[in-house]
């Protein structure tokens, strides 16, 4: 198995991305990887109808600091021990930021969830993850929800591993 020095995990906080976060911390364990957790934030469209000057920017501040309280929550859903974890919060299109984040940090490996949200948001929004594997040029692994299944340190996977695809 090759060994990676940065793996990154973009995450919307949900089940499948925490299914997605363990699978990468039981990698960067075994090949003593630094693990970079993002979130984006997305920006609200058509701000200006409703929120002006002072409003506006104390709602982005109230939405960026919910999100930094949300990406330690999810974070210590897991058990960081053994591993460095570097928390990253960005504002943006999602997947621009995550492929420019991978970019200038040198970034060996993407762990991503195939599904995050759904619904509305998701149909509006587009496939985060298509994007990411469509643009990136770093090896890429989607763990698809609830398909994964893993022992904690022990990267052997069951048959229906092969569910889950590689790009």
Known sequence: MTNF???LVPTDFSDNSLQALEFAQSLAKFSKAILHIIHVVEPILNTEKY????????????RELNAEEDLRRFINKISPKGVKIIEVLKSGKPHEQILKYSIKNNIDLIVIASHGWSGLSHMLTGNVTNKIFHYSEIPTICVKSNNLIFQKDDLTARDDFAENWVG
């Open 51 to 62: 929120w002006s000057g002072d409003n506006k920017e104390g709602f982005e501040k109230t």
């Open 5 to 7: 020095g940065n793996i």
